[in-house]
């Protein structure tokens, strides 16, 4: 027991000390401490008291009890001579002066067992002493106490029985040791001292394993050592290896890599005595591994497996390339270096681990990744579609696979050499191509893709459609790849007249009768227009023609003269509209002649050009009016010498009309809105020609001709009645004209009448019966060609003497004639 349990004692006792003061009235008893032969109790205070007695009974045994008497100011005291190892029953009796017990209190304990003996102490480690003693009954455990002989050092060991060791001692120094039995009741005295001294130390080996086949042991020295055994044996062998030395440093060569070996030592002190050993057991650094099988593996992400053949008493393993990645493994042989880059050639060595330290390492083992994907992709088009992926050159490969993949899924592919691969690009179509190089490691799973488009196709069916005659409409099947199209037209200069995304086109306000040169150019965003899209003529309408004038050129036909704004081989057809009727003409020159219009009507003329294109606008158009019509008959009937009354049918389309008799020796005309008309001035016996105009409201004439007509013959003049001597009337006349008419005379008288006729060329007639004296109304009239008599000769009066006069007395009733 040490300086620090005794002050812990004196705690507990004081704390005792104060709970009996606490108990004022009644007094308290307890044992304070037992040894074999003794017992100490303490007990409280007692008011009054002047003294105390203590007896101690045994409580199984026919012993006598022991008494013991304390002053009143004691509050502890020792009963002696008491036996080992029994139970005694302590009465305490607090008394006065008179001895009369004022208090008093009971309590049992048991005395210490018996003191043993040490028979022997001695040292087998450097830190403790073994102490080998006779056992007590009655004892529960033993307490071995050991003192360093300088006192520096006390200590207290409980212990169950012999032999006890006492621990925490000092190397290669000398204690003090004796035993103490314990029971329940307390601890008896200490035994009979013995003095032993431990041991040296062992020494601290300090094992390393430099290399693969040695083991260095060091250590520092051991204070009172004067020499050390070292024994080494190999794990799982009983062979051992002995060496004595009085250095402090052991090397142990030509052993196994990788092997434990276990070393004991043993320090000697100057007696002879071995100290305690301590074994430390060290492996040998392991062999060096072999590289078996460097892979690339493509996982997410390109790594490297290395795979090793395991050697014996690794730890672990790390792979190392010779540019500075590692990876590490412990159990597996294998280990994966990742990331790892394309296109590198690098080597790889594996070193083994255990706590020793690293094997040297493997032989080294080449590698090569596998090649990069070129950095730059490109296609060229030298000429339409002939198209080539180029690519830049990349270190470490074999060959390159360029994969072309068009947009509607079709795959071309080379497998070359070179850095460029030649393809068919077809207009109008996305291509995506990518370039994966290969060596033995393999190819790179992922590539640059490079896409290239080419530029549209032209639409290969443009129709082209004249929808009026100064618009084309333009359509065309959509192609691939065009987003917009321009339709052109040479003709306007190569102006734009639609740019659109749809397919149609409509070229509008275009010049009559002009072949169009259209142009459908199709435009993508990303490569521009197909420049050399064939063009496709067309032509417009051919332009209207105009109307320059309509002359008639007969009785129903109009000669109609128009421009001529085409190309020749047009054709131009004029059309005449009326009421009743059209009437149409063609020509290829300016004019054409319409027949057949009937007089008297109005027409609306138009004249439209043709072509095979189409046709063409209508002109403006013209009013055409034929001349009124000629009046179906004329009858001309004379009403006397000089006049006539001529009357006429009407004509279609006639407001007014002049007619006209005309011969060599005069004319007559009269202008009239009726159907008939008179007219003087006629010279008898004379033909003449009859023509009427037919004027219409709007100032159209037709001229008409007629039938001639023939004035009468001319009625005789200078008539003259006389009387013939026998009694005969003679008529004389004069006649005009041609002598070629017979002559009818009547003569009117108041007796009688009378008729005579004169042939042709005669100038008289003669009457036979006559009487003078009469009054006679004498009419000669010619006799027309036809027989019949003119009828408006005027008569004349004659009275006829008796007397022998010659010539009658003329009473002249007539009017005068034309002549
Ligand atoms: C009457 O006389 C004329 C001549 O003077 C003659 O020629 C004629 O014959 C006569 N007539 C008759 C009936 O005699
Ligand atoms: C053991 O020896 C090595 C080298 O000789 C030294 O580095 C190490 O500190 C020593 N260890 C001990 C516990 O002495
Ligand atoms: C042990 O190490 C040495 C070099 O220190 C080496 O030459 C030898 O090959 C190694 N032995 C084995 C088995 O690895
Ligand atoms: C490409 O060509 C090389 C050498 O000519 C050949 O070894 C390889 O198998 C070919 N690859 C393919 C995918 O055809
Ligand atoms: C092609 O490349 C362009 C730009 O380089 C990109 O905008 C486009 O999306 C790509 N097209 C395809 C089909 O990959
Ligand atoms: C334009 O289109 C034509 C016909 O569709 C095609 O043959 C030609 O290659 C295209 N032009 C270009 C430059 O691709
Ligand atoms: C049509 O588009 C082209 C470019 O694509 C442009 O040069 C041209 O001016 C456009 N024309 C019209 C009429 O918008
Ligand atoms: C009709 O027109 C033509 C050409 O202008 C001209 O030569 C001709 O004289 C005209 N005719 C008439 C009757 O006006
Ligand atoms: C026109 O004149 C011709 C003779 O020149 C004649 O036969 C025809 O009947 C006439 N027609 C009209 C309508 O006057
Ligand atoms: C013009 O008319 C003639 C006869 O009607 C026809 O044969 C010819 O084909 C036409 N030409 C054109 C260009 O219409
Ligand atoms: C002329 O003839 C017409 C028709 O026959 C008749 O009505 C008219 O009175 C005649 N005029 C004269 C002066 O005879
Ligand atoms: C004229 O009279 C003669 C006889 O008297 C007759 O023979 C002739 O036919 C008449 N001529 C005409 C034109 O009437």
């Known amino acids: 027991m040490g300086g620090t349990q005794l002050k812990m004692l004196k705690l507990l006792l004081l704390l005792t000390f104060t709970e009996i003061c606490a108990a004022e009235n009644d007094i308290s008893l307890s044992v304070f401490a037992v040894t074999s032969k003794s017992m100490t109790v303490q007990w409280s205070d007692h008011t009054g008291a002047s003294s105390y007695k203590i007896t101690a009974t045994p409580k199984n045994a026919p012993e006598r009890p022991v008494f013991a008497h304390f002053g009143g100011n004691v509050v502890m005291g020792s009963v002696n001579s008491l036996s080992p190892n029994t139970v005694y029953t302590m009465q305490l009796d607090a008394m006065d002066n008179a001895l009369n017990v004022l208090s008093r209190a009971e309590t049992e304990e048991t005395t210490a067992p018996d003191v043993p003996s040490i028979e022997k102490a001695y040292s087998k480690l450097s830190n403790s002493i073994t102490v080998e003693f006779t056992e007590v009954s009655g004892a529960t455990s033993y307490i071995l106490r050991a003192q360093s002989v300088s006192g520096s050092f006390f200590s207290e060991t409980m212990v169950s029985g012999s032999p006890g060791t006492a621990v925490q001692l000092e190397p290669y120094t000398d204690y003090r040791l004796s035993v103490m039995s314990v029971n329940t009741g307390g601890r008896s005295q200490p035994s009979f001292p013995v003095q032993a001294r431990t041991v040296v130390m062992p020494p601290e080996l300090n094992a390393t394993s430099p290399s693969n086949d040695t083991i260095l042991v060091t250590w520092p020295p051991v204070e009172h050592a004067v020499l050390y055994t070292l024994c080494i044996i190999r794990e799982g062998s009983s062979s051992r290896h002995k060496v004595n030395t009085s250095d402090t440093m052991v090397t142990f060569d030509d052993l196994l890599p990788g092997t434990t070996y276990c070393i004991k030592g043993t320090a000697w002190d100057s007696e002879g005595r071995a100290g305690d050993d301590l074994t430390v057991c060290m492996i040998t650094r392991p062999p060096s591994p072999d590289v078996t099988h460097v892979q690339l593996d493509l996982g997410r992400s390109l790594a490297l497996s290395v795979y090793w053949g395991p050697v014996q008493g690794a730890d672990s393993y790390i792979a190392w390339t010779s540019n500075g990645q590692n990876c590490s493994s412990t159990g597996q042989s294998y280990c994966f270096i990742s990331p790892v880059e394309c296109g590198q050639n690098h080597s790889i060595t594996v070193t ?144 734009i007249h639609c740019n659109d995304t749809a397919p149609v086109c409509a070229l509008s306000d275009l010049m009559c009768d002009t072949a169009y040169s259209v142009t459908v150019t199709p435009c993508s965003d990303l490569r521009g227009c197909n420049r050399t899209c064939k063009a496709h003529t067309h032509g417009t309408a051919p332009c209207a023609p105009e109307i320059l004038n309509m002359t008639q050129i007969s009785n129903s036909t109009y000669r109609v003269l128009f421009t001529t704004p085409n190309s020749p081989n047009t054709n131009y057809t004029v059309k005449a509209t009326g009421r009743y009727d059209t009437h149409t003409c063609h020509s290829r020159n300016s004019s054409c002649e319409l027949t057949q219009l009937p007089c008297g009507s109005t027409y609306e003329v138009v004249a439209v050009a043709t072509t095979t294109v189409g046709r063409s606008l209508p002109g403006y158009s013209k009013p055409l009016e034929t001349g009124p019509c000629c009046p ?70 037709s001229e008409c001709k007629y039938h001639g007509f023939s004035s009468s013959p001319c009625c005789p003049t200078s008539i003259k009645l006389y009387r013939r001597a026998n009694n005969t009337l003679r008529v004389h006349w004069r006649s005009l004209g041609p002598q070629i008419h017979n002559h009818t005379v009547d003569l009117y008288g108041t007796g009688a009448n009378y008729t005579c006729n004169a042939a042709a060329g005669s100038k008289y007639c003669d009457i036979e019966e006559g009487k003078c004296g009469d009054v006679y109304r004498v009419v000669a009239a010619p006799v027309g060609q036809d027989g019949v008599k003119v009828s408006f000769c005027q008569p004349r009066t004659y009275s006829v003497h008796c007397l022998g006069s010659n010539a009658g007395m003329v009473i002249h009733r007539g009017r005068r004639s034309l002549d």
């Open 352 to 495: 083994a681990y255990n706590r020793a330290g690293p094997s040297s390492p493997s032989m080294s083992e080449d590698y090569i990744t596998y090649p990069c994907p070129p950095e730059n992709i490109w296609v060229t088009e030298p000429s339409a579609g002939n198209c080539s992926v180029v690519w830049d050159e990349v270190p470490l490969v074999e060959y390159y696979i360029a994969f072309i993949k068009r947009d509607d899924g079709m795959e071309d592919s080379c497998n070359t050499t070179e850095t460029t691969c030649p393809f068919f690009c077809m207009c109008g179509y996305t291509y995506l191509t990518t370039v994966f190089p290969y060596n033995q490691a393999g190819s790179s799973p992922t590539a640059h893709v490079r896409n290239y488009t080419t530029i549209p196709c032209c639409p290969q069916d443009v129709s082209i459609n004249l929808v009026s005659t100064e618009t084309l409409e333009i359509m065309w099947t959509p192609v691939k790849g065009a987003e917009l199209y321009e339709t052109t037209a040479a003709q306007t200069d190569d102006v």
């Open 632 to 701: 179906m008959s004329v009858h001309v009937a004379q009403v006397t010498q000089a006049m006539t009354n001529v009357t006429w049918s009407a004509g279609r389309g006639a407001r007014s009309y002049i007619t006209s008799l005309m011969s060599s020796r005069g004319h007559a005309k009269c202008h009239t809105l009726d159907t008939h008309c008179l007219m003087g001035c006629i010279t008898c016996g004379t033909n003449y020609s009859v023509n009427l105009e037919a004027i219409s409201s709007t100032g159209h004439m």
